[in-house]
């Protein structure tokens, strides 16, 4: 996840492994559950939100998608 490392840097191994525990429950995490995740991590809401936007088209790569929703190849 060399993107996501770029984005956040400076993420410890043990806040990685919360955002990767979070993103395997919900991809898209909204309201509460971003601030919550957000304040377990120690990062803002925004920074959260951009990793799971990474991470999500790191994924969607993954299953053979195009990288971002509302592709005709979808």
Same mark, same amino acid.
């Given at each position: &996840?060399?993107? #996501?490392?770029? #984005? $956040?840097?400076?993420?410890?191994?043990?806040? /990685?492994?919360?955002? *990767?525990?979070?993103?395997?429950?919900?991809?898209? %995490? !909204? @309201?509460?559950?971003? &601030?919550?995740?957000?304040? #377990?991590?120690?990062?803002? !809401? *925004?920074?959260?939100?951009?990793?799971?936007? $990474?991470?999500? !088209?790191?994924?969607?790569? !993954?299953? @053979?998608? %195009?990288?971002?929703? @509302?592709?005709? /190849?979808?």
């Amino acid at each position: &996840m060399a993107s #996501e490392d770029k #984005e $956040l840097s400076g993420l410890s191994n043990d806040q /990685l492994q919360i955002l *990767e525990d979070n993103f395997r429950i919900n991809r898209y %995490p !909204e @309201g509460t559950s971003l &601030m919550l995740i957000a304040a #377990e991590v120690g990062v803002s !809401e *925004e920074d959260v939100q951009r990793w799971f936007k $990474l991470r999500i !088209e790191k994924w969607r790569k !993954e299953q @053979g998608l %195009p990288p971002t929703i @509302g592709s005709v /190849l979808d």
